[in-house]
């Protein structure tokens, strides 16, 4: 039986847990933004000051959700497969845990509300890219411990369950990942074939002696995951890409400027080019503008599930059947970065 003062202890634990949890996922968002500013800024202490005055909160957020969501759930995801095996490796062994502090992850474990689970799991589902949504099966299956043991009691049923789920899945995606083999795409075709037999293995509990390396190791992989994150939010852009055509100043030919529109008032535009540095321009001056797709928007498989392109996500899937992409303006291309 548990004593009150090691009850209290552990609540305590639990307590603080939750709000570092909450912290992070509070807080980090907050920061990560503040320092989109700068990068985008190129550090220019001038250049920061006049996006903060710019560009809308609303705005900024938008553009965190928008190229940020898919990371941070990623993320999320990832820190709930581990912790939750973790967890359950360290409730199968209680006498070695009896007097030891739990490890970070299997505390934060303890205090994440389910609901935030299954929100953190259905924005992955509509904002990963098709062809890493696989990735959730073995992550769900980690996360909720739903082992083949579970499905039924006899052994002859569970097979028979496992063997169909599994028929259902390859029948799926069989010509996709048949394509995927025929133009090599290797990486793809790992990507869409290998989770549904990783998630047959992925519930725990482990072995007691393999608890501890797994805990430096999920650890240190949460740390580099998140630290990956903020890096790739960071460094994303906060203002759409344009090209704006300008009248030259000796009214001969037209000037082709690519970067972000800061600012637009009755007297100039004001760009932060692609290449560094603010331009204002009069707007009187400007004939056009364009709007461009940046490098990590354009596809580099050329693969199909159903009329879905894998690199598309179940939202920009969705939004394309609608109102299907434009073809890029030949200008972004004669203005692109080297």
């Given at each position: 039986m548990?004593?009150?003062g090691?009850r209290?202890?552990?609540e ?10 909450w912290?992070?996922v509070?807080?980090?968002p907050?920061?990560?933004s503040?320092?989109r500013?700068?990068?985008?800024a190129?550090?220019e202490?001038?250049t920061?000051l006049l996006?903060?005055?710019n ?5 900024l957020?938008?553009?965190?959700v928008?190229?940020a969501?898919r ?8 820190l709930f497969?581990?912790?939750?095996v973790?967890s359950i ?10 007097d030891?502090?739990?490890p970070?992850l299997?505390?934060w474990k303890?205090?994440?509300p389910?609901?935030?689970v299954i929100v953190?799991l259905?924005?992955?589902a509509?904002?990963w ?10 992550a ?10 579970r499905l039924h009691?006899r052994?002859?049923?569970?097979i028979?369950?496992v063997a169909?789920?599994?028929?259902a899945y390859y ?6 990942l048949?394509e995927?083999v025929?133009t090599?795409?290797w990486?793809a075709a790992s990507?869409?074939?290998?989770p ?14 393999t608890v501890?390396p797994l805990v430096?190791t ?5 740390m580099?995951?998140?630290?990956w994150t903020?890096?790739?939010v960071?460094?994303?852009?906060v203002?759409?890409s344009t090209v704006t055509?300008v009248a030259?100043?000796?009214?001969d030919?037209t000037e ?9 008032d009755?007297v100039s535009?004001?760009i932060?080019q692609e290449?560094?540095?603010v331009r204002y ?9 364009v709007?461009?797709p940046s490098?990590?928007d354009l596809p580099?498989?050329?693969?199909w599930v ?9 939202l ?8 299907p992409?434009t ?11 080297r």
């Open positions: 548990t004593s009150p090691r209290t202890e552990d305590e634990r639990q307590t603080r847990a939750a709000q570092q949890f912290s992070v509070v807080g980090a907050a920061i990560v503040v320092l500013l700068v990068v985008e190129g550090g202490p001038q920061t996006l903060a005055a560009v809308n909160p609303v705005n957020i938008a553009a965190f928008t190229t969501s990371l941070v759930s990623g993320a999320m995801v990832a497969a581990i912790s939750a973790l490796s360290i409730d199968n062994d209680p006498q070695r845990w009896r030891r502090r739990l970070l299997a505390r303890r205090v994440v389910v609901w935030f953190t259905l924005v992955a509509v904002t890219k098709i062809l890493y949504l696989p990735l959730l099966l073995p769900i299956v980690a996360t909720f411990q739903i082992s083949p043991h009691d052994r002859g049923v569970r028979a369950f169909a789920l599994l028929v029948g799926l995606l069989g010509p996709t048949v995927a025929d090599g795409e990486i990507v869409l074939g290998l549904p037999l990783l998630a047959l293995v992925v519930t725990g509990p482990v072995l007691p002696t501890r430096a999920g650890q240190l992989a949460i580099i995951m998140l630290i903020s890096y790739s960071a460094t994303a852009p203002l759409p055509s030259a100043a000796d009214d030919g082709k400027i690519r970067g972000s529109v800061i600012a637009v009755d535009l004001v932060l290449r560094g540095g321009v009069p707007t009187d001056d400007v004939e056009s503008r709007l461009c490098e990590a580099r498989y050329r693969l159903y009329g879905f392109h894998v690199e598309d996500s179940l920009q899937a969705l939004g394309r059947e609608v109102r992409i073809p890029v303006d030949a200008v972004c291309r004669a203005t692109s970065p």
